[in-house]
């Protein structure tokens, strides 16, 4: 295993992909740290970025991705890393932002020997980064990279403990804030009968429809992979399916982004007349000034890192209860984490409040909520 330390500033010199030229990166951002991994045995290529700790160590997903090129790769893991430093703060835990995306086709590359070798990787991190699962990684996955660290969550609960996977609690956390859009923009938390197209029929997607369809909303659906749209087609029979460019300009109430980022750009957001965006995607909107025109166009964008952080809730649980050091003063147990997803319509209600007032888009409005937590919270220069 050859790992290389690709920080910011001070450790250039130590670079090995000199091209990669992290700090160059328009989402660079004053990231603390990038790592880089690679192993010719278990064919492991895989970045980690850490962020921000002002807070506490960095917490976030493990991403496994068929990046076209190394820049996209090293791209998409320093705004994940970014958005987690945004996500943790929001939520109210003292936990930095990080990310780790491992570079191939999770449906042809991933082994076990490739997943341990990852946990090796982490392991080497020493605790400066906590991952827990993401697209293309799964439950079992976060089990087999547990082989080589304890630095990883989402594992399955140990009798009376926290744990488990929490896809189910990442949709959750997006139905509740959902009705909390649904009741700023109708006045209503109801979602029966309003028209919702989810885009990307994945883990998130499809737990998001279970829940969708049993409070009576009328679900449209897309998605690029063929058998992500056969396992809906059985399990909700009446959703109808979209092709993938067409989901933009449909007529329905909310658009809710689960697939990948930058799915709100320049060429979707002219065709897209939805009262609401609310979805579970990392990174929806593909540069800042499309907050501004989604608010230009009256359509109500609940800024993805507030309403997706059903996740980082659930193994934050884990993780403080297996570290044995509750930061609340509520006992952690799944009751009160249901209750802290259930508060993320709150914070929706935050930002969109602070949006108004201010006279700012409510990405932009998260933006300055956040920074406020985990920048009044910087470490004194030793
Ligand atoms: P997933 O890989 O299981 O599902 C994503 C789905 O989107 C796949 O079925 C894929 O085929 C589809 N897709 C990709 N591009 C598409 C396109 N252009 N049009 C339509 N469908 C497309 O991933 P997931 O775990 O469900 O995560 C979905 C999103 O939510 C990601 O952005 C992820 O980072 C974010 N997220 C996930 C979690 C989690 O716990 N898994 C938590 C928070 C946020």
């Not at 050859?2 to 920080?7: E, H, N, T, V």
């Amino acid at each position: 295993m050859q790992g290389d330390r690709i920080c910011g500033m001070q450790g250039m010199n130590e670079m090995k992909y000199e091209d990669l030229a992290v700090t160059e990166y328009p989402s660079f951002d004053g990231h603390e740290c990038v790592h880089s991994f690679e192993d010719d045995t278990s064919g492991l290529k895989a970045l980690v970025a850490i962020h921000n700790t002002n807070l506490g160590p960095a917490l976030g997903g493990c991403r496994m991705f068929n990046y076209r090129s190394e820049k996209n790769s090293v791209r998409d893991v320093l705004r994940l890393s970014r958005g987690l430093t945004y996500k943790n703060a929001l939520a109210g835990f003292p936990l930095g932002g990080g990310q780790a995306v491992i570079v191939g086709n999770p449906h042809v590359n991933k082994s076990d020997v490739l997943l341990e070798s990852m946990g090796q990787a982490i392991e080497e991190l020493d605790g400066a980064f906590i991952c827990a699962e993401d697209s293309g990684t799964s439950q079992r996955d976060m089990e087999v990279i547990h082989r080589k660290t304890d630095h990883v969550l989402g594992l399955p609960a140990q009798a009376g403990r926290l744990g488990g996977d929490p896809v189910p609690m990442a949709a959750y956390g997006v139905y509740c804030g959902m009705k909390a859009a649904a009741q700023r923009r109708f006045g209503s938390d109801s979602l029966n009968d309003l028209v919702v197209a989810i885009q990307g029929l994945g883990s998130v997607g499809f737990e998001l429809c279970k829940l969708l369809q049993a409070e009576g909303a009328r679900l449209v659906g897309a998605d690029i992979d063929g058998m992500a749209v056969k396992r809906v087609r059985e399990a909700f029979p009446e959703m109808v399916i979209v092709g993938e460019h067409d989901i933009f300009a449909l007529e329905g109430h909310i658009f809710a982004p689960c697939a990948m980022g930058a799915q709100l750009n320049d060429n979707s957001i002219p065709q897209m007349h939805f009262d609401i965006i609310a979805g579970s995607a990392n990174n929806q909107l593909a540069s800042p000034h499309h907050d501004t025109w989604l608010a230009d166009r009256d359509i109500l964008y609940i800024p993805d890192y507030v309403i997706n952080s059903g996740t980082v809730i659930a193994v934050a649980y884990e993780y403080f209860e297996r570290l044995g050091k509750n930061p609340f003063d509520h006992p952690l147990n799944a009751e009160t984490m249901k209750a802290h997803i259930e508060r993320i319509g709150n914070t929706v209600n935050d930002v969109l409040d602070f949006a108004e007032e201010y006279g700012v888009p409510p990405g932009q409005a998260a933006d300055s909520l956040a920074e406020k937590v985990f920048l009044s919270a910087k470490k004194p220069v030793s």
